[in-house]
């Protein structure tokens, strides 16, 4: 996610759920039936099923005093910001499939052991320790929303994080493919007191390649030379349906950089088709390197969506942003996200909110998290 500084406007508010979503769930319901629940699923290739997954899954609340300090002079960045998720080994068990990990590059470690934020709100009660067993300062990449601000993290590194996915994923060896979307961070705040991000040049992008295998393993992730196989280019494998199966998938892990302009060119850069990289990139369809693709906005691309799934692409979107949607209980971009074909919808409440009265909460029928793609259902 990119730091919040514009917001959705004119959405459309429609309680109701829509015609066109009956239909779809009754073609499913359909389709299980005649399949059997469990084979209708593990059968599909990857791009025929859809999953809902968490935004910002690792994002724990803005200290109190720290969010009331932000109402005062930006409300709109802080009720943008006023949401939290349960730890994410929790949302895994509770059958989410995709995760979002923003990660920020710190070659040297204690970059970020101090935010501004602590100093802010210091004669405050209430303010709980920040990396009481100091894990920010050892090097390497840490997990955060925004810098100085946003800090509270259930992971504060990337190291620890992945050690836990890696422990989750072993204790739970049929577990479904798990997409996880990574933001580059590296937007600097012009304020004072405000640190400035590192870069991610070439070596911080192939340590983070790096990082990802040690501590996963290879065993653990599908990466773009796996799906390419025999076909001269990725995008070649992915419009000829070289994705593998569900039940093929399970167990693993596949990452994608959620990155456009330059951040995407130098990950790309001197590995055509992403050869010898972990992670997927956002990379334009027409490109040796496109598979999985981000758009965010399932109402106004739709169509565009739908066209990209069918084709064979692999679409990432938003059901809600900003917690606008949810503080409306306004469905109608989760509907449209559900229909659109996109394979991996994103919410922030797969859960009601704890911040504000709602009963906004988004799920597929059955309270499921994952079902066949409604596009490929006859």
């Known amino acids: 996610m990119k730091l919040i500084i514009s917001f959705i406007i004119g959405i459309v508010f429609f309680r109701f759920v829509s015609v066109p979503a009956i239909k779809q769930e009754e073609k499913l319901q359909n389709y299980y039936k005649v399949l059997g629940q469990e084979k209708a699923i593990d059968n599909l290739p990857l791009n025929h099923i859809q999953v809902i997954g968490s935004h910002n899954s690792y994002k724990q609340a803005i200290d109190a005093p720290l969010w009331q300090i932000l109402k005062n002079t930006n409300p709109n960045l802080a009720n943008g910001i006023d949401y939290s998720h349960i730890s994410i080994l929790e949302q895994l068990n509770m059958g989410l499939s995709n995760l979002e990990i923003d990660i920020y590059a710190d070659a040297k470690g204690g970059k970020y052991a101090h935010p501004h934020g602590l100093d802010m709100e210091k004669e405050q009660p209430g303010v709980q320790p920040y990396d009481p067993e100091k894990q920010m300062l050892e090097p390497g990449f840490k997990i955060f929303h925004i810098q100085e601000i946003d800090f509270r993290s259930h992971y504060l590194t990337l190291k620890s994080c992945l050690q836990d996915l890696k422990k989750w994923s072993d204790a739970h060896p049929g577990h479904n ?44 992730l599908i990466v773009p030379d796996q799906v390419r196989g025999k076909y001269n280019t990725l995008e070649s494998a992915v419009l000829q349906g070289n994705w593998p199966k569900l039940k093929e998938a399970k167990g693993k892990f596949i990452f994608v950089l959620d990155e456009n302009d330059e951040k995407r060119t130098t990950y790309i850069k001197d590995h055509p088709s992403l050869q010898g990289r972990v992670l997927f990139a956002n990379a334009e369809p ?28 692999i679409i990432r979107t938003r059901a809600d942003a900003n917690t606008e949607q949810a503080r409306k209980n306004d469905k109608t971009q989760f509907e449209a996200a559900c229909q659109s074909g996109a394979q991996i919808i994103t919410t922030d409440y797969y859960q009601k909110s704890t911040h504000f009265a709602s009963d906004y909460q988004v799920s597929f029928a059955g309270n499921k998290y994952i079902r066949p793609n409604p596009l490929f259902v006859k």
């Open 177 to 220: 493919p798990i997409f996880i979307t990574m933001n580059a961070k590296d937007q600097a705040i012009d304020k004072p007191g405000f640190t400035v991000p590192e870069k991610f040049t070439p070596e911080v992008l192939a340590q983070l390649d790096k990082v990802i295998r040690d501590e996963l393993g290879k065993n653990k």
């Open 286 to 313: 027409g490109t040796p390197e496109a598979a999985i693709l981000i758009l965010n906005d399932p109402q106004k691309d739709s169509a565009k969506i739908q066209a990209l799934v069918k084709k064979g692409y």
